[in-house]
């Protein structure tokens, strides 16, 4: 199964960014975004930022994936 998640855009350095999900740092190749904006959020995939979202619904997307690891099994 795969999955994209909203990210944070914390920083720029050329073609690549610095993304935050959960307090975790990772870096994204951005070249698939056009003009890509620092405190924007955008949805990553397997390493690529493929996606800008929304503000309010990449917080509500976040908020539902913290449900769901929240849940036991059972």
Known sequence: MCLAV?????KIDGVKGTVEMGNVNYEVNLELIDKPEIGG????????????????????????F???NGKKDA
Request: glycine letters at 4%.
């Open 6 to 10: 909203p990210m944070k855009l914390l």
């Open 41 to 64: 959020y955008l949805i990553v995939h397997a390493g690529f930022a493929i996606n800008r979202i929304d503000k309010e619904e990449a917080i509500i997307t976040l908020d539902l």
């Open 66 to 68: 913290k449900q769901i």
